[in-house]
């Protein structure tokens, strides 16, 4: 077991790089069985979520190695294993590989994914879409089997724009004759990457980023080399520690318009921001002035994954703030623990109100979730004295080395084993 040792308090000066898109990378990942060739994908970040999906990948049979940033996966042939709860309950998102192998094999078994430390996480929407597309489902004790042999394509409606489900739909709609058709589909960035990916394979899928997206089935689709999209919730990340902590940091390999959220609530709590084309300045030299009310929902609104961590900065505000949060019933766990730090904040149901102290005060802490384990590192950054979180397995199935990116703007965030 691993713990962060966090000296706080300094304000935070220098620049860093990005990584690329937890949540581009792993739908991108699950998108390579739909070919038998050999995939490669550039800067793949080293995450946890990430080694799980190479698991499921491999449990396959595909081949998948990562050597450096650089990922190969190629599913030659696909096995017809039961992906079982071992597996999916190290990702919750897997149930998002469905897609991909019913469009390649017609059969796939997987295990529910279970609840999680956010919210229920039901995947009525993944189940309903597949069986617009006349995919027969049955739940096995806890195993869902999935017959395709009479899958066609066809138009599915989303009752809510769900970011998984569209994904899984267009990998299910890839291969099959004709035209599918998701109404109300998500428009999150990270639609448009693996729209971009599967049409670099040679696919066909258009509208990704609009709410209606056309996927034209094609017979096969060919190997290629990818890229993932810059992380936009790690630069959010980055630049709410320094709204919290002050200080003023470049960060780069950013596309503004995903960030734009997010930019927009900087410049409201003061910051002042240089954006270029792919990267921010931000400067903070004030305390950060409280937001009336944040909202999360879905792109292009404020990302419910980015709220734990502004939730963090803002309780270091100069009055209150009201946090509201409409994706997830369960995301404010992590504010007991700010609460250690002598942070002020009541929760009652999904909302949040942050009565902004002057100083947050270092603290024993134990991140649960990823985003709430990140909020952690953000508190502490700002806070004054020493802070130790555990739990530190959480926060690296999303970001890469956090320490290294702390450090390399002028934190001291120190990755030590339990024992030392
Ligand atoms: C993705 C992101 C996650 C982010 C979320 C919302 C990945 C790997 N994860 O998760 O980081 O927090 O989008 O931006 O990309 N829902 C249902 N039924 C379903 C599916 C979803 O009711 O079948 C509900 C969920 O409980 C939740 C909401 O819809 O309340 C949003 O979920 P969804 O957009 O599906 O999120 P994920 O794809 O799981």
């Not at 796939?108 to 597949?130: F, K, Q, T, V």
């Not at 030299?285 to 937001?291: M, S, T």
């Amino acid at each position: 077991m691993q713990k962060f040792i966090v000296d706080g308090g300094m304000p935070l000066k220098g620049e860093l790089s990005v990584q690329s898109a937890k949540n581009a990378a792993l739908p991108i990942i699950a998108a390579c069985i739909l070919t038998e060739d050999a995939v490669t994908i550039e800067n793949c970040p080293k995450l946890k979520d990430i080694d799980a999906m190479l698991d499921i990948m491999r449990h396959l049979g595909c081949f998948a190695e990562q050597k450096g940033d650089v990922l190969t996966v190629c599913c030659r042939d696909v096995a017809l294993n039961v992906i079982n709860s071992d597996l999916t309950g190290k990702l919750r998102s897997s149930i998002f590989i469905l897609g991909s192998i019913l469009s390649r094999c017609r059969r796939a078994y997987i295990s529910h994914p279970g609840g999680c430390e956010i919210g229920l996480r039901p995947i009525d929407l993944h189940i309903a879409g597949l069986k617009a597309l006349n995919v027969k489902i049955d739940d096995d004790y806890g195993v869902i089997c999935c017959d395709g042999s009479d899958m066609k394509s066809g138009i599915i409606n989303l009752d809510f724009a769900s970011v998984g489900a569209t994904e899984n739909l267009m990998m299910a709609g890839a291969l099959l004759d004709g035209e599918t058709v998701i109404v109300n589909a998500a428009r999150e960035p990270e639609i448009i990457d693996l729209a971009r990916f599967i049409n670099a394979m040679g696919g066909r899928v258009y509208g990704a980023g609009e709410s209606v997206i056309r996927i034209i089935g094609v017979k096969k689709l060919h190997g290629c080399i990818y890229k993932p999209m810059p992380d936009r919730i790690c630069a959010g990340t980055y630049l709410a520690a320094v709204a919290a902590a002050g200080g003023s940091v470049t960060v780069r390999n950013v596309v503004p318009e995903h960030i734009f959220g997010m930019t927009e609530r900087l410049k409201k709590i003061g910051a002042k921001l240089n954006v270029r084309h792919d990267s921010v300045r931000i400067t903070v030299n004030e305390r950060p002035r409280p937001l009336h009310k944040l909202e999360t929902n879905v792109y292009p609104a404020f990302p419910t994954d980015m709220q734990p961590q502004f939730s963090a900065m803002l309780t270091r505000a100069t009055g209150s703030s009201i946090v509201v949060e409409n994706l997830f019933e369960n995301r404010f766990g992590y504010t007991a623990e700010l609460a250690k730090m002598g942070a002020l904040i009541t929760v009652k149901d999904r909302v949040a109100v942050i009565r902004g102290v002057p100083k947050l005060s270092g603290a024993v802490l134990r991140a649960s979730d990823l985003r709430g384990g990140a909020a952690l590192v953000v508190a502490a950054v700002a806070a004054e004295g020493r802070s130790v979180i555990y739990g530190t397995e959480h926060i690296d199935r999303g970001y890469e080395y956090i320490e290294r990116a702390f450090e390399s703007i002028g934190a001291s965030v120190r990755r030590v084993d339990d024992s030392d």
